[in-house]
């Protein structure tokens, strides 16, 4: 099992920047693919940012995130990054994490991400 810690997140002004980190901990060897997702209040979850560490670190982005996120991964600290710019208040949500392996799906808690002036 997989253990999935997301911080980062807090009120930003809209323009503004954040940087989210999500660290795994337990059975981290197999983790093949990492992805953002998010759910704001009356929205389901969907992703935004996901990053196959296996294929060259190939990357995959909502609409809504390109030229804007950059997803990131620091294998030796297994730790994945959403970097957050330009920031819109339709992007406030809660900020999830997930990673696989072949098996399994991991999600971790959540961080919230407030864009608001």
């Known amino acids: 099992q997989a253990q999935l810690v997301e911080s980062g997140g807090g009120l930003v002004q809209p323009g503004g920047s954040l940087r989210l980190s999500c660290a795994a901990s337990g059975s981290t060897r197999g983790l093949w693919k990492w992805s953002w997702y998010r759910q704001g209040p009356e929205n389901q979850r969907e992703m935004v940012a996901s990053i196959a560490t296996g294929s060259g670190g190939r990357t995959d982005y909502a609409d809504s995130a390109k030229g804007r996120f950059t997803i990131s991964e620091d294998s030796a600290k297994n730790t994945v990054y959403l970097q957050m710019g330009s920031l819109k208040p339709e992007d406030t949500a809660v900020y999830y994490c997930?990673?696989?392996?072949?098996?399994?799906?991991?999600w971790g808690q959540g961080t919230q991400v407030t864009v608001s002036s």
């Open positions: 997930k990673a696989q392996d072949w098996l399994n799906t991991y």
